[in-house]
Antibody
Framework: QVQLVQFGAEAKKPGASVKVSCKAS????????LHWVRQAPGQGLEWMGW????????DIPQKFQGRVTMTRDTSTSTAYMEVGRLTSGDTAVYYC????????????????WGQGTMVTVSS | SFDLTQPTSVSVSPGQTVSITCSGG??????ACWYQQKPGQSPVLLIY???RRPSGIPERFSGSYSGNTATLTISGTQAMDEADYYC?????????FGGGTKLTVL
């Protein structure tokens, strides 16, 4: 079945970087955009941008530009997001989620979610 | 850009109908969708394009909109529906989420 698999947890110190992964299966990886969403403890959902797995193109909101990088490896159907210059405010569960329709559809919902990677930033 | 505003919490008795609203200045021109998130779990898509249900989502979940407000309605609420609910919409190429509504089934 369609799945997005993420690893469990990472612990980092302030100022460090973290690279989280999202392995897709059960569908054509290059056919659907992947989005990244984070959720701080006890807080709501925050969108961090998308990657087009076919071209590698990305769209990252201004808030995260210069600090967040999204890449993919089509040979393993895996998407990655690296967040640099971590602070305690980046402590959150980081989810990948698939755009609902093939290609890019403005207004897409997210129909498949990974289980999330918990990133804890603490000295 | 606009914000999406949801009530922080809503309560309902089992078997009753409850509505959760999501207000935002651009919702009249943008599709809204809704997610359910239970503690320790990933969000699940409930409604997309304002009022469409993905396969596998029970019919008791429905969506509607009027003006700048999208509404999620749960009919015949069950104890298993106790969860956080988030609305989501796009605006100028950016994805927005509402702050979330905690639904308590009393």
């Amino acid at each position: 079945q369609v799945q997005l698999v993420q690893f469990g947890a990472e612990a980092k110190k302030p100022g460090a970087s973290v690279k989280v992964s999202c392995k897709a299966s059960g569908y054509t990886f290059t056919g659907y955009y992947l989005h990244w969403v984070r959720q701080a403890p006890g807080q709501g959902l925050e969108w961090m941008g998308w990657i087009n797995p076919n071209s590698g193109g990305t769209d990252i909101p201004q808030k995260f530009q210069g600090r967040v990088t999204m890449t993919r490896d089509t040979s393993t159907s895996t998407a990655y997001m690296e967040v640099g210059r971590l602070t305690s405010g980046d402590t959150a569960v980081y989810y990948c989620a698939r755009g609902q329709f093939p290609g890019f559809t403005y207004g897409d919902a997210f129909d498949v979610w990974g289980q999330g990677t918990m990133v804890t930033v603490s000295s | 850009s606009f914000d999406l505003t949801q009530p922080t919490s809503v309560s309902v008795s089992p078997g009753q109908t409850v509505s959760i609203t999501c207000s935002g200045g651009g919702l009249g021109t943008e599709y809204a969708c809704w997610y359910q998130q239970k503690p320790g779990q990933s969000p699940v898509l409930l409604i997309y394009q304002d009022n469409r249900r993905p396969s596998g989502i029970p019919e008791r979940f429905s969506g509607s909109y009027s003006g700048n407000t999208a509404t999620l309605t749960i009919s015949g609420t069950q104890a298993m529906d106790e969860a956080d609910y988030y609305c989501q919409a796009w605006n100028s190429g950016t994805v927005l989420f509402g702050g979330g509504t905690k639904l308590t089934v009393l």
